[in-house]
């Protein structure tokens, strides 16, 4: 008993000393954290609407409480099957094709020796991600339009309607748009990680007779793989989350079939319907199979390679 209290005792002194110090840096943490207890912490408490015939005139403490209702009606919608599909489709679509670009972006720069072609090819690459969703997704719509410039040159001249229209092209356009607009700017934190590589390394490669390729095969992607084995945790945290956003922007009576997903979803449910708990229910179903991916890529990470986030 004596020496846990002595424990403790120590422990707040340490706590103590080291708020002392570092007061400056506590007071610059301090916005961030009211950020995150405000927008993210304190709408969990909305969680309920989950579990409720949520009416907006008696608000979360006065409506009804139905249970799993709720979830069942989720469940249950005939268009529950075709969004999960189409989320998955997208966000594997985007793992597969889009994970890699940045990587594959800062390895090509890393190798370019001309600081000036460099900086000109960064600018270039970083542009996309500054434009407006909804200017992105304008010019998408235009280059597919049948005289657009994309359409007409694949078809040569001779389309007759928007690529878009076409619902097994709708993945492909979204993957390559999305690229288009994020590679660039995902490259960074690649090109960060490029710098802080040990020259020495690669020196005794070159006495050693290893050429550029199996360089960047023996010491760039070992020891970027820390970095990459983060990034792809957080991104399967995202699995099943598909903006709502481009998806709304993008899709049309053709190509619902594949376009609509999840997010979609409780974007119509939630606010073109105000089936509040529906939406809440779908959303919080969402953000469970969400953790259950982060929690299940760490562990396997962990366990196949040592490295993980926790």
């Given at each position: 008993?004596?020496?846990?209290?002595?424990?403790?005792?120590?422990?707040?002194?340490?706590?103590?000393?080291?708020?002392?110090?570092?007061?400056?840096?506590?007071?610059?943490?301090?916005?961030?954290?009211?950020?995150?207890?405000?927008?993210?912490?304190?709408?969990?408490?909305?969680?309920?609407m989950?579990?409720?015939?949520?009416?907006?005139?008696?608000?979360i403490?006065?409506?009804?409480?139905?249970?799993?209702?709720?979830?069942?009606?989720?469940?249950?919608?005939?268009?529950?099957?075709?969004?999960?599909?189409?989320?998955?489709?997208?966000?594997?679509?985007?793992?597969?094709?889009?994970?890699?670009?940045?990587?594959?972006?800062?390895l090509l720069?890393n190798?370019?020796?001309?600081?000036?072609?460099?900086?000109?090819?960064?600018?270039?690459?970083?542009?996309?991600?500054?434009?407006?969703l909804?200017v992105?997704?304008?010019?998408?719509?235009n280059?597919?339009?049948?005289?657009?410039?994309?359409?007409?040159?694949?078809?040569g001249?001779?389309?007759?309607?928007?690529?878009?229209?076409?619902?097994?092209?709708?993945?492909?356009?979204?993957?390559?748009?999305?690229?288009?607009?994020?590679?660039?700017?995902?490259?960074?934190?690649?090109?960060?990680?490029?710098?802080?590589?040990?020259?020495?390394?690669?020196?005794?490669?070159?006495?050693?007779?290893?050429?550029?390729?199996?360089?960047?095969?023996n010491?760039?992607?070992?020891?970027?793989?820390?970095?990459?084995?983060?990034?792809?945790?957080?991104?399967?945290?995202?699995?099943?989350?598909?903006?709502?956003?481009?998806?709304?922007?993008?899709?049309?009576?053709?190509?619902?079939?594949?376009?609509?997903?999840?997010s979609?979803?409780?974007y119509?449910?939630?606010?073109?319907?105000?089936?509040?708990?529906?939406?809440?229910?779908?959303?919080?179903?969402?953000?469970?199979?969400?953790?259950?991916?982060?929690?299940?890529?760490?562990?396997?990470?962990r366990?196949?390679?040592?490295?993980?986030?926790?």
């Open positions: 008993m004596i020496t846990q209290q002595n424990t403790r005792l120590r422990y707040k002194e340490r706590v103590r000393k080291d708020f002392q110090k570092n007061f400056s840096l506590y007071l610059l943490m301090l916005p961030v954290i009211l950020f995150y207890l405000y927008f993210h912490y304190k709408p969990m408490y909305g969680l309920i989950a579990f409720q015939n949520y009416n907006v005139r008696t608000g403490l006065g409506s009804q409480l139905v249970g799993l209702k709720n979830f069942v009606r989720f469940f249950a919608d005939p268009y529950f099957k075709r969004n999960i599909v189409n989320t998955i489709n997208i966000s594997l679509a985007n793992i597969v094709f889009g994970f890699p670009a940045p990587l594959i972006l800062a720069i190798e370019l020796q001309k600081k000036w072609f460099v900086k000109t090819v960064q600018t270039i690459s970083y542009m996309p991600h500054f434009i407006s909804v992105i997704c304008s010019m998408v719509r280059f597919l339009q049948p005289d657009g410039l994309i359409n007409a040159f694949l078809s001249g001779k389309a007759t309607e928007s690529m878009l229209n076409n619902a097994g092209l709708f993945v492909p356009i979204y993957v390559l748009s999305d690229i288009w607009q994020e590679v660039g700017f995902g490259s960074i934190i690649y090109i960060a990680a490029l710098s802080g590589i040990d020259v020495e390394l690669y020196e005794a490669a070159k006495i050693d007779g290893a050429g550029r390729i199996r360089q960047t095969w010491i760039t992607l070992p020891c970027l793989m820390p970095t990459v084995i983060v990034l792809l945790i957080l991104r399967l945290g995202n699995v099943l989350t598909v903006g709502y956003e481009k998806i709304i922007l993008l899709t049309n009576p053709f190509n619902a079939e594949t376009s609509e997903v999840l979609y979803y409780i119509q449910k939630g606010i073109l319907s105000a089936d509040y708990g529906l939406a809440t229910a779908a959303g919080l179903f969402n953000s469970f199979i969400n953790c259950f991916f982060v929690i299940a890529a760490n562990k396997i990470s366990g196949v390679s040592g490295l993980s986030l926790w």
